[in-house]
């Protein structure tokens, strides 16, 4: 078996058979669908039930509701493919993205998952925020990107993703815990090298909807991410900072200084603040005089943290730094 397709299904009668319908038209021709049942109310059961007499590739599973990381971890161990493909059950996939996929990770042995540009279903004008974020994640491609950005956001939408199962053999699966378990096992795996790549076609569409786990579980609020990154991101400054546990901060507003209280609190120092705002220029931040841009140090007399969250600044913020002469991961780093 090539792929296996992992699929958590709870309560999702209503958009199950259409997810369903665009995985038996894929182009590969050796795969199976886990459906995970994670004791669903609703129709669910008896949809895949049905879709299983029809179609012998769809391996419906069922467990007492025990929520999204059981029903994860559940599905990857019914697996039987050398690769597993994750999908929601509200998604929709192109016919050749397990083909195209698979075939990418046989042909690049030194690649441990690959994923795939997504389509934002959704209400672009709405939900803004979520509409840039999917821009984002699909301007990540080569593995030195999504490594490079991994501190601003998850760089991979999960669903997206077709990873080699040997990988949960060794670094372990999901984990259960107060934070996104999705972006914790990228984190996770990312740390102990596994390379990561984005293929350039678009094959996935992405559907959001208001009960979103994203929305509705405080797992995945934004402090939540803060808290996973930082004991990731201060081991990778340990590892790669000449100056640490010392950096300068390029951002000295309020929710920066509000976020990296997690990577203080591991023991990283900020010796300087840099910010474009001439009422912060001149101040101190618990000690740490925020200084403007043409202050900052010639490259290799510091580590520049780029906290600028916001789109349009934070690559503003990148140029200025470039043109300054540094480089990313030598000189500076950007998170959010």
């Given at each position: 078996?090539?792929?296996?397709?992992?699929?958590?299904?709870?309560?999702?009668?209503?958009?199950?058979?259409?997810?369903?319908?665009?995985?038996?038209?894929?182009?590969?021709?050796?795969?199976?669908?886990?459906?995970?049942?994670?004791?669903?109310t609703?129709?669910?059961?008896?949809?895949?039930?049905?879709?299983?007499?029809?179609?012998?590739?769809?391996?419906p599973?069922?467990?007492?509701h025990?929520?999204?990381?059981?029903a994860?971890?559940?599905?990857?161990?019914?697996?039987?493919?050398?690769?597993?493909?994750?999908?929601?059950a509200?998604?929709?996939?192109?016919p050749?993205?397990?083909?195209?996929?698979?075939?990418?990770?046989?042909?690049?042995?030194?690649?441990?998952?690959?994923?795939?540009?997504?389509?934002?279903?959704?209400?672009?004008r709405?939900?803004r925020g979520?509409?840039?974020f999917?821009?984002?994640?699909?301007?990540?491609?080569s593995?030195?990107?999504?490594a490079?950005?991994?501190?601003?956001?998850?760089?991979?939408?999960?669903?997206?993703?077709?990873?080699?199962?040997?990988?949960?053999?060794?670094?372990?699966?999901?984990?259960?815990?107060?934070?996104?378990?999705?972006?914790?096992?990228?984190?996770?795996?990312?740390?102990?090298?596994?390379?990561?790549?984005?293929?350039?076609?678009?094959?996935?569409?992405?559907?959001?909807?208001?009960?979103?786990?994203?929305?509705?579980?405080?797992?995945?609020?934004?402090?939540?991410?803060?808290?996973?990154?930082?004991?990731?991101?201060?081991?990778?400054l340990?590892?790669?900072?000449?100056?640490?546990?010392?950096?300068?901060?390029?951002?000295?507003?309020?929710?920066?200084?509000?976020?990296?209280?997690?990577?203080t609190?591991?023991?990283?120092?900020?010796?300087?603040?840099?910010?474009?705002?001439?009422?912060?220029?001149?101040?101190?931040?618990?000690?740490?005089?925020?200084?403007?841009?043409?202050?900052?140090?010639?490259?290799?007399?510091?580590?520049?943290?780029?906290?600028?969250?916001?789109?349009?600044?934070r690559?503003?913020?990148?140029?200025?730094?470039?043109?300054?002469?540094?480089?990313?991961g030598?000189?500076?780093?950007?998170?959010?």
């Open positions: 078996m090539r792929v296996s397709v992992v699929m958590p299904v709870y309560n999702e009668a209503g958009s199950l058979g259409e997810a369903l319908a665009s995985l038996a038209g894929q182009t590969e021709p050796e795969f199976e669908v886990i459906a995970l049942d994670d004791g669903s609703d129709a669910t059961w008896e949809l895949l039930a049905d879709w299983a007499r029809r179609d012998a590739r769809v391996r599973v069922r467990q007492e025990a929520g999204i990381v059981a994860l971890n559940r599905g990857v161990a019914e697996a039987r493919g050398r690769y597993i493909a994750r999908m929601d509200d998604d929709v996939a192109h050749d993205r397990l083909r195209l996929q698979a075939d990418h990770l046989d042909r690049h042995p030194e690649t441990g998952l690959v994923a795939c540009r997504a389509e934002y279903l959704g209400d672009a709405r939900h979520l509409a840039l999917v821009e984002w994640t699909n301007s990540l491609l593995a030195g990107e999504i490079a950005y991994r501190f601003v956001e998850s760089p991979l939408i999960h669903p997206t993703v077709m990873f080699r199962r040997e990988l949960v053999e060794r670094f372990g699966g999901y984990r259960d815990g107060p934070f996104p378990e999705d972006y914790e096992l990228w984190l996770r795996w990312l740390e102990a090298g596994v390379r990561m790549e984005k293929l350039p076609e678009t094959l996935l569409g992405w559907r959001d909807r208001p009960r979103r786990l994203t929305r509705t579980d405080g797992r995945y609020s934004v402090e939540a991410f803060f808290r996973v990154k930082a004991p990731y991101l201060e081991r990778w340990a590892a790669h900072n000449p100056h640490h546990p010392e950096v300068v901060v390029w951002g000295a507003g309020r929710t920066t200084r509000k976020r990296l209280r997690y990577l609190e591991l023991g990283v120092r900020v010796k300087a603040y840099i910010d474009i705002d001439p009422r912060k220029i001149g101040h101190r931040i618990a000690g740490a005089p925020v200084l403007g841009p043409e202050e900052l140090p010639a490259p290799g007399e510091c580590f520049v943290v780029q906290y600028v969250g916001s789109r349009g600044a690559e503003d913020v990148e140029q200025r730094l470039q043109q300054k002469g540094y480089r990313r030598r000189d500076y780093l950007p998170c959010a």
